[in-house]
């Protein structure tokens, strides 16, 4: 924290997480390219003070079977000049239009931006039912289930965050297909479905349906397919890194899918 402070970076929290050996440090908002700078160069210093002490510091999303992984949790404000776009203290939760039309665009995409949000095969691990990662569509301003979640501070606080991204994602391209979905939303007028107060992780499959919440990619194959069909996170990415992201997640996914595991070799090599 120290070294971080010395370099110039606002800190405005740190505290121990509940997996062993796990840290959050949030960051001072600012404005978006600057926060991607500072995910790069946070993350070479924690590595380089990491290995000066003997330890080896990891952003590995799912490294131990088990307990909760890591994520990068991306809370985004439009502003305005010095007005925050997302609220309105006369609106339903104290949000503007503009924020409900952002979550809305967020919604529509969040099946195909999820291969850049969440671009290893490992990422998959960590969004599963049970360890306080989202991996169902949805939104709420008071529980921790969904994909979004709408923090209780408002003022120029008020903000939109996105659970699902960790810390394996490129930042400038994470970021990059956030806003041009947020945005989709804004410059269609998209509604917002109803938020989802519930504990999603208790809800049964036709609880879910019912209440319109779709389930996130279950493995980086799957997300690669929906990021194919998606020409506003295509144009996002712009075609050159589409095309070359596409062909070297295919490749990563091929390898994986055709290695066999240790797990593989104790659930079957006794009993066939």
Not at 69 to 94: A, I, R, V, W
Not at 127 to 156: D, F, K, M, T
Not at 221 to 229: G, S, V
Request: charged share 25%; glycine share 6%; hydrophobic share 40%.
């Amino acid at each position: 924290m120290l070294e971080l402070e010395e370099m110039g970076f606002e800190i405005e929290a740190s505290h121990h997480e509940v997996a062993p050996g796990q840290h959050e440090i949030d960051f001072k908002y600012s404005d978006a390219v600057k926060h991607a700078d500072d995910i790069q160069t946070f993350k070479l210093v924690v590595k380089t003070i990491a290995r000066k002490h003997g330890l080896h510091a990891t952003f590995m999303p799912k490294p131990l079977f088990g307990v909760n992984g890591s994520g990068m949790h991306c809370n985004m404000s439009l502003f305005k000049g010095n007005t925050n776009t997302f609220l309105d203290e006369n609106g339903p939760l104290e949000l503007s239009e503009t924020a409900y039309q952002f979550i809305a665009g967020i919604i529509k995409h969040a099946l195909s931006f999820t291969a850049v949000t969440n671009p290893t095969v490992n990422s998959y691990k960590r969004l599963v039912p049970g360890y306080e990662a989202p991996c169902y569509v949805a939104w709420s301003g008071s529980n921790r289930s969904p994909l979004i979640r709408v923090p209780a501070s408002r003022g120029l606080s008020t903000r939109v965050e996105v659970r699902s991204v960790d810390p394996a994602a490129n930042p400038y391209l994470a970021l990059a297909v956030l806003l041009a979905s947020g945005l989709d939303g804004i410059e269609n007028n998209l509604d917002a479905p109803e938020a989802v107060d519930r504990n999603i992780y208790i809800m049964d499959k036709e609880e879910r349906e019912a209440n319109g919440v779709k389930d996130l990619p279950a493995t980086l194959a799957d997300a690669l397919n929906e990021l194919k069909k998606d020409e506003i996170i295509i144009e996002a990415l712009g075609e050159h890194l589409f095309e070359h992201f596409i062909e070297s997640k295919e490749i990563e996914w091929d390898m994986f899918r055709t290695q066999v595991h240790p797990w593989e070799r104790e659930q079957y090599m006794s009993s066939y």
